[in-house]
């Protein structure tokens, strides 16, 4: 099993890069959300100019954040410092267009913007849509600007099937968050091999929390909250602006998300909720939400146990086809790190 590391941009992000390469991990994110975090394309290019082996990829952009050809001119910019080893997560935008109050895009505009990125960063020319006006456009800035000779890697954002259908259609992997049941991914697997017959070698891979419990330690204790609430809380916060989603969950959960909402004096239906729900989205929670992070999403969401419960649950994970565990550390992320290459070296 590959494993990787995510963090949200911000300064000093290329060092945790150089140590992500110097422990052997496969891949290195950063969180495409611009209203709650800096920007990924400069934390990417500094990290791209300090390490020389590991992937670097943005997870993950979109449709309803970037232009198609600014999003290609931004990828293929990367892929100039760094040949060959950049990674275009793809998505509806769920969280960041959430953080600013509106529904995240379509599948059919996931689906048109994929394909319009894997075609523009290849160096080929496609035809581009705004109102009723269509220009067939390709990156000029060719030469040291930009490299469309090295390949991209793709991925599509999928909790669901009808956006594995879209990584079938473009041959892409596929990445998820806080998705570990295996099931699930057997699901997803299914239904973009059925839209496209995508190749194997398109990978899998999955956003989560580790933490590996200390001999004796609470496995629902504070540093555990401490650890895997931020990927807990995201489950939550998402369950208050929907609903529907949150009716599918069990008497518990559903009671964290009304205190959730108490807390932050929000409805799941007033215009500004969102201005109360994302301050410090992907962050390490604040000890007065500790109550909020519930054993059941802990086990369900994240990877918290012992060495060999890990080891158990990872490679039931990697039987179920999941290529990649992509570990966002929030408590201290180099100590967590070594700790994760410990565990799965």
Known sequence: MRTGIVVTARPGVEDLAVRAEQLGFSSFWVYDTPMLHGDPFVALA???????????????????????????????????????????????????????????????????????????????????????????????????????????EFLVAANGLKAAAVAGRRGTGIMSFGLLDPAAWHALDHARRQAAAAPRDAGSYVMTALHVLDEGEDPYGDTVKDATGHIVMSLLIFAAEAPAFAGRLGAGERDAVRRLLDRRGATAVAPDRHTALYPAYLERIAPADRDLILPSLIDALTLAGTPDDLRTRIATLEEAGIDEIVIHPVLDPPAEMAELAKLTS
């Open 46 to 152: 500094l990290c791209a100019k300090v390490t020389s082996r590991i992937k670097l990829g943005i997870g993950v952009t979109s449709p309803a954040l970037r232009s198609i050809p600014a999003a290609a001119s931004a990828f293929a910019s990367l892929n100039a410092l760094a040949p060959g080893r950049i990674i275009c997560g793809v998505g509806t935008g769920n969280t960041a267009r959430r953080a600013l109050g509106l529904l995240p895009g379509t599948t059919a505009e996931l689906d048109t913007f994929t394909a319009a990125l894997q075609e523009l960063c290849a160096g080929r020319t496609v035809a581009y849509r705004e109102g009723g006006q269509v220009r067939d456009i390709r990156l000029l800035h060719a030469g040291p600007h930009v490299n469309t000779a090295d390949p991209i």
